[in-house]
């Protein structure tokens, strides 16, 4: 809507501040979301009479000191324990991606990132002092679902407030405390080898973010829609008075844009039924929503998948850390060059190269790069999947929208430690099964419309119309009236 961008301005000291805060919430993001690395990394054993498994075996206490999988024993018939934790706390993910996004819609995006943010602190400190596997499962599948809405409802209140000039550099920007944080997680691990005070401190680090309770602001489109225009009014002015902007008239222009715009639309509160109700809506959100399945499942998947490879395993999550981030910085400027359709499916396709060449390579340094190459290209999906989404999609349902396709990457990211586990049924399953889906996803991408310089969405209505070819008889119509003027 160009009426609050020009209220607020397109980016100030507002936005940086808001940034700043927002952004910080990613680094718990990334500590909880690859912490199966160094909750569950691979260990050797030994048995007695050299049996391959046994109920008491030594392990090799060499790297780490204590591990789920030394602390329960989850080798042999029970190692798939380790991958149903991780996807149970994917599921965690996925549920709360959805369920926050739906909340934030209905009550509001700061109250639903404010209870996030409280569940992520109790729980991940909770989980640290669980005496036995299925309590530590449980409790972190729940800790997931809280991880799960402060992806969500954090990228939402950020797009919400940016002016589409700068949308496409905060949107990137965003992403780079997850990657940092990601390059931290290897320094965590290796100066803390025990896995329970490991969790605890990737949980205690976050306990600053209790101070979104009286510093986190509302987003002002959502109390527009919402038609809480006393509320966006004074938040807007406060808004332009940080950022130097005039503030004579907002309450008018508010109440103005209510009357005039608002209420021939009609105030109809959307949520994630009219996804699927609508069919361009839902056309859109099938294909952005398999495109995130995809970007999680190759990402997670490889960066899982590498960091089991030869080599040491703080260097390999470190360097796959720094690919992001690089990732991260190089989509900036092609954002600005190119459309979002092109960049989406030449990075899908670019990815399924590098992660199809893996199978034709030996493991060792060379298969190390070129899974980083894929990781790359993979989060840069990622990254343009998350900006592309917001502009796609109307106010209305905009946090149903991202929660439902965090939810299918969600989806990719439980099945993805399945997978690579099929190393032992050939070297070349594991890279053949992650790079077979970009290329699908890239070719369904062309169905998207452009959103590249668009003014966010307000209305279903809008979202509905938004892409579709008119009608030529209205083209015609159009021609022949420009003329008359002329």
Known sequence: MPLISSIMGNFGKYHLWLCFIIFMSKFGVAFHQMAIIFLAPPVSFTCPNNNECCERPVYNMTTFSKTIVTEWNLICGRSWLKD???????????????????????FGRRPALIVAVVMEIFLGIMTSFLPDFWSFTIVRMILGASVGG?????????MEYVGNIYRDIVSSLFHVPFTVGHIFLGYFGYLIRDYSYFQLGISVVNIFLFLYICILPESPRWLLVMNKTAQAAKLLENVARINNLSTENIQQQMEL?????????????????????NPNLRKNMIVMSFTWLVSSYCFYGVSHYISHLTGDIYVNVIASGSVCLLACVTVIPLMKMTRRRPLIVASNVLASISLLSIALMPEGRGSIIVGCVGIFFSFMVFVVAYLYCSEMFPTVVRNAAIGFSSMMARLGAMIAPFVVGFRPYGMWCAPVAFGIFPLIAAALCLLLPETKNCELLMTIEEGEAFGKRPDRS??????VQ?????
Request: net charge positive; proline share 0%.
């Open 84 to 106: 149903l934790n991780q996807a149970l706390f994917q599921f965690g993910v996925l549920s709360g991606s959805l369920l926050f996004g739906v909340a934030s819609d209905r």
């Open 150 to 158: 402060i992806m969500v409802v954090g990228f939402v209140i950020v």
């Open 257 to 277: 844009y209510q009357l005039k715009y608002v209420s021939e639309k009609g105030r109809k509160k959307g949520n994630i039924i009219d996804l699927f109700r």
């Open 474 to 479: 209205m083209g015609r119509n159009a021609d």
């Open 482 to 486: 420009m003329q008359e003027v002329t």
